[in-house]
């Protein structure tokens, strides 16, 4: 639900990087919290998740700069 409701103040591309963030966040609070144990396939996920949401999100932010 709260998903659903942020999208009044979020653009697409915004609400694009939470969704890819959500399994990436979700395995590293279960590993710090409750101690889940990560694969090294896992991990690498991770960082090349987390690698494309910030050239994602960085080419973002230099687009909008040129359309301002």
């Known amino acids: 639900w ?3 409701a942020s999208f009044k103040y979020i653009n697409a591309a915004q ?3 939470i969704g890819m963030a959500e399994p990436v966040l979700a395995s590293i ?3 710090v919290l409750i101690g889940e144990s990560l ?3 896992q991990m ?3 960082v090349v ?3 494309g949401i910030l050239f994602a999100e960085r080419n973002r932010i230099r687009s ?3 359309v301002d």
Do not use: D, M, P, R
């Open 39 to 41: 694969t090294g396939w």
């Open 44 to 46: 690498v996920g991770i």
């Open 49 to 51: 998740t987390g690698a």
């Open 15 to 17: 609400a694009s990087s």
């Open 64 to 66: 909008s700069e040129y």
């Open 2 to 4: 709260l998903v659903v």
């Open 29 to 31: 609070i279960a590993w």
